[in-house]
């Protein structure tokens, strides 16, 4: 059984840009989360997707948005990119809402210069 | 404003003997709360959870105990083990299974043998 794969491993990008990550869930999976770990801090959730919907989002702006595709795979895009955005983002997968247990990737280490 | 705190960056405890990490938040709504654990280059790992209806769950050498009055959880290992050192996150939720969790920075944990 293949875990949560996420893809790139690291990234460079310059104040402004756009930036799109992937996420590939655990077989079966179909509710993923995204969270943003800012280097010594806990992870933050940005928002959650279930069967291709937003179902739960955390305070950051509008400029953070996302897709789900059928296979259950999902984006992350980051749009005009700001410093602070330099972080490890982390996707999570989950068989279903109710589950508490969530399987997280290994994340992408974003740099914002 | 940091509902989840863990005060404790590091910690170091000898092969062996007990781990105790702290976990305190202040929103009296939160009444499910998850450990994770942590190894470099690798997303959480899901640990232990407990909800508000306990005060004690215990899975091998992990045990999580929590004190509503004094809104603080903490988590033993015994006995600890070198290949426990990691970061260990504590995070809560209003409600099992629900998408939102709020993590504290975490406390890295050194097993010395």
């Known amino acids: 059984e293949t875990g949560v794969t996420q893809s790139p491993t690291h990234l460079i990008k310059t104040r402004g840009q756009q930036v799109t990550l992937r996420c590939s869930s655990q077989s079966g999976h179909n509710t993923v989360s995204w969270y943003q770990q800012a280097l010594g801090q806990g992870p933050q959730f940005i928002f959650q997707?279930?069967?291709?919907?937003?179902?739960g989002r955390g305070n950051f702006p509008p400029r953070f948005s996302g897709l789900q595709f059928p296979n259950y795979s999902s984006e992350l895009n980051v749009n005009a990119l700001e410093l602070d955005d330099s972080a490890l983002y982390l996707c999570?997968?989950?068989?279903?809402?109710?589950?508490?247990?969530?399987?997280f990737g290994p994340g992408t280490r974003l740099t914002v210069l | 404003d940091q509902q989840v705190k863990q005060n404790s960056p590091s910690l170091s405890v000898q092969e062996g003997r007990i781990s105790i990490l702290n976990c305190d938040y202040t929103n009296s709504m939160f009444d499910y709360f998850l450990w994770y654990k942590k190894y470099p280059a690798e997303g959480p790992t899901f640990l232990i959870s407990?909800?508000?209806?306990?005060d004690k769950n215990e899975d091998g050498r992990f045990t999580v105990f929590l004190n509503k009055s004094a809104k603080h959880l903490s988590l033993h290992i015994v006995p600890s083990q070198p290949g426990d050192s990691a970061v260990y996150f504590c995070?809560?939720?209003?409600?099992?299974?629900?998408?939102?969790?709020?993590f504290g920075t975490g406390t890295r944990l050194k097993v010395l043998a």
């Open positions: 995070a809560a939720s209003t409600a099992s299974g629900t998408y939102k969790y709020i």
């Open positions: 997707y279930y069967r291709e919907e937003e179902n």
């Open positions: 999570a997968s989950r068989p279903g809402q109710g589950v508490d247990e969530q399987f």
């Open positions: 407990i909800s508000s209806i306990k």
